[in-house]
Every structure is written in C-alpha cells, then in structure tokens.
Nanobody, 131 residues
Framework: RVQLVESGGGSVQAGGSLTLSCAAS????????WGWFRQAPGNRYEGVAA???????TYADSVKGRFTISVDSAKKILYLQMNNLKPEDTATYYC?????????????????????????WGQGTQVTVSS
C-alpha cells in the first residue's frame, strides 16, 4: 500500500477557503485513482471528489462548484482546494489512493460511473467551518 499523509486542515469562517494536501510515499498518480473522503461526527464516510487514471474527475453534488481536486504527478501530491466553505463542510477529511472493487463495509464512491473502494488511506485532517 501507499503511505499517504494529509495536511492543510484548520478552522475557518463560513465563506473562507482551505487547501488540503496529500503526499504519497511513491508515485501512484500515473497508475491509480485518487480520492478525498470526509466524515463528520456520527456520520458515514462521504466521497467528496475523485480523479481517475485518465484524469476524469468526479465531485459530490454537495461540493460541486466549490471544491477542486488536482494532482501533481511529479511531486506525488494530491490537492483539494475548498472555496466558499460552509459549516456543513466540517469534518475529518481523508485522502485515499489505489481504487478497486470495494470490500464489505469499506467506504466507496462512484468514480467514472463505477462504485470503487480505495486500498490506501491517510490519517485524516480536521476541517472546521464556523458560521
């Protein structure tokens, strides 16, 4: 598995912006798909955005037009630019890589029309948005 380390979380007021980063221990960008999930207390994991090996991008409806996922293949870093943040965006955000068939109970999201799970996960970074 790939080791993933997130950074960039923090506390902002509604309407503010944050950029999350996820550094990979080896180059996966050219071979695997990447994703961002989030989990608010008491809630299930929610797939936020994903990018597949063909660079096709998928967003959750709740973040479309506000969040942007991107990857720097040379630096092995995945980003999530979050603008116009809302209190309901408050959650722990996780990056994930190496998508495949989701296992039982594994968080998953639709990527390029397919339900996928992810083999590698970061430790999470907290994002708190106050009103």
């Amino acid at each position: 598995r790939v080791q993933l380390v997130e950074s960039g979380g923090g506390s902002v007021q509604a309407g503010g912006s944050l950029t999350l980063s996820c550094a990979a221990s080896r180059n996966t960008a050219s071979q695997y798909c990447w994703g961002w999930f989030r989990q608010a207390p008491g809630n299930r994991y929610e797939g936020v955005a994903a990018i597949d090996p063909d660079s096709v991008i998928t967003y959750a409806d709740s973040v479309k037009g506000r969040f942007t996922i991107s990857v720097d293949s040379a630096k092995k870093i995945l980003y999530l630019q979050m603008n116009n943040l809302k209190p309901e965006d408050t959650a722990t955000y996780y990056c994930a890589a190496e998508c495949g068939i989701p296992g039982a109970g594994q968080p998953s999201m639709v990527v390029s029309g397919y339900e996928v799970g992810f083999e590698s996960w970061g430790q999470g970074t907290q994002v708190t948005v106050s009103s």
